[in-house]
């Protein structure tokens, strides 16, 4: 047994995340409580922890990538990130290598996930397209 620092429970010891002192639902209500208050502060750790994880970057590498790239997409030169529940340009990367290749905007990253990263499909649409007109 022992005795949760928060709510002062004596409980049984699979109710505790391992050494932690305060029980798992106090653990839970105490987790929420900061996630609430540091809202943008969880979404900026999570992303940075993401993409490091994802494509093996940081956030000073993606920032560097960015300011080459002049804020603006590799591929059509916009700037707009065009996806309206992210603040931030996709990050292009080789599905093969899982080498980053650069900064997109969405919909260029859609495209060219459509694409399948296919030169050859890319240059039958242009072929198609420069017929048609």
Same mark, same amino acid.
């Given at each position: 047994?022992?005795?949760?620092? *928060?709510? !002062?429970?004596?409980? $049984? ?5 391992? %050494?932690? /002192? &305060? ?15 540091? *809202?943008? !502060?969880?979404?900026? $750790? ?5 993409? %490091?994880? /994802? &494509? ?15 804020? *603006? ?61």
């Amino acid at each position: 047994m022992k005795t949760c620092f *928060k709510c !002062k429970q004596t409980l $049984n010891e699979n109710m505790f995340y391992n %050494k932690h /002192r &305060y029980c798992k639902s106090c653990h839970k209500e105490t987790v929420r409580s900061y996630q609430d208050k540091n *809202k943008e !502060k969880v979404l900026s $750790n999570g992303r940075i922890y993401n993409i %490091k994880k /994802r &494509y093996g970057i940081t956030q000073s590498d993606y920032d560097k990538m960015f300011v080459e790239q002049n804020g *603006k997409c590799a591929i059509c030169g916009s700037s707009e990130i065009k996806r309206t529940n992210s603040k931030h340009f996709c990050i292009d990367h080789c599905h093969t290598t899982n080498k980053v290749r650069g900064l997109l905007c969405h919909d260029c990253n859609v495209i060219l996930g459509k694409l399948k990263d296919s030169v050859d499909m890319c240059k039958s649409i242009i072929k198609y397209l420069e017929k048609s007109f």
